[in-house]
């Protein structure tokens, strides 16, 4: 059964928190959706260079940490 997954980009003294989530039927799922966002936001040029120490955090609708993938 699907869940919601929340991206949040997280940084070294900031948070950009992810609102509306998507739906998918894993943890890993979810991983695979942000991969794919990020490279595709990346090879558009829409993703800026936050600098060191910046993560994209997977959190599930209770907000429990699932994965955190570092963006640097």
Do not use: C, K
């Not at 060191?52 to 994965?67: K, Q, S, V, Y």
């Amino acid at each position: 059964m699907p869940q919601r997954y929340f991206f949040n980009l997280v940084g070294p003294a900031s948070a950009i928190e992810d609102p509306t989530g998507v739906e998918a039927d894993t943890p890993d799922q979810a991983e695979a959706e942000a991969r794919a966002v990020i490279a595709e936001m990346r090879a558009g040029g829409s993703l800026p260079v936050l600098g060191p120490g910046w993560h994209l955090e997977i959190r599930d609708a209770a907000g429990r940490l699932m994965r955190s993938i570092p963006l640097d």
